[in-house]
Each structure stands twice: as C-alpha cells, then as structure tokens.
C-alpha cells in the first residue's frame, strides 16, 4: 500500500510580500487585482485629465482621458471591495470629471478635428 508523504510544520509563518500600494488598498487582508487595477487606470486617467485640461491646445487629451476615467470610475466602483479602494476611486472621479468638464469648454470631444 503506497503512504503519501507527510508534510511537517516548522512552526514559522510565512511571509507573503505584496505591492506596498496592494497592501493599502486591500484593507480587508484578501487580494482583489482586478479592483486594484481598475482603481490604479482610473487614478492615472483622473491625472491625466486633471493635468492637461489647464491647456487649450490639449483638450482632445483631456476631454478623453477625463470621460475614460469617469466610465472607468464607475464601473471600479460597482466592483470595489474595501474602503481604501473606493477612496482612491471618488477622488480620481472627481478629478476625470473635472478635466472633462475644462476640455469640453476648451473645445470638447470634437473641436478642430472634425469639419463642422
């Protein structure tokens, strides 16, 4: 009769080591990379649509980035599962929204590049 092998506890715990900014986000202990990754796009979209709706000339850049970021946002948010998370989310929002809102009067989704 064939015996498995025994597996013995050396009594230590393992270390896992996550992401410094995973292990923020993940509040509750567990991984959730799609959320994080979905909360980390919709951060780096609100940053771009934030930062290039001060300039006329980028309002192509910040009118998408800023509308990307809000259909990211909310769809990071239906998905979120900690605080932090959600956090991270509202205020990137904010700011995708308010770089879109700048572009669209700066010249909109359009403005210049089709004949109108």
């Known amino acids: 009769m064939a015996q498995s092998p025994m597996v ?13 900014l995973a292990a923020l986000l993940n509040s509750d202990g567990k991984a959730h990379p799609l959320e994080n990754t979905l909360t980390a ?3 780096v979209l609100g940053a771009i649509a934030i930062a290039t709706c001060a300039f006329r000339g980028l309002h192509l850049l910040a ?12 769809f990071a948010q239906y998905k ?11 205020v990137a929002g ?22 109108g």
């Open 8 to 20: 013995q506890s050396t009594g230590r715990q393992q270390v896992v080591r996550q992401n410094p």
């Open 41 to 43: 796009v919709t951060a």
């Open 63 to 74: 009118s998408w980035s800023g509308l990307a970021g809000l259909v990211t946002a909310a």
């Open 80 to 90: 979120s599962a900690t605080t932090a998370e959600r956090f991270v989310i509202v």
């Open 94 to 115: 904010v700011a995708a929204a308010v770089g879109l809102g700048i572009g669209l009067a700066h010249g909109g989704l359009f403005g210049g590049v089709l004949p």
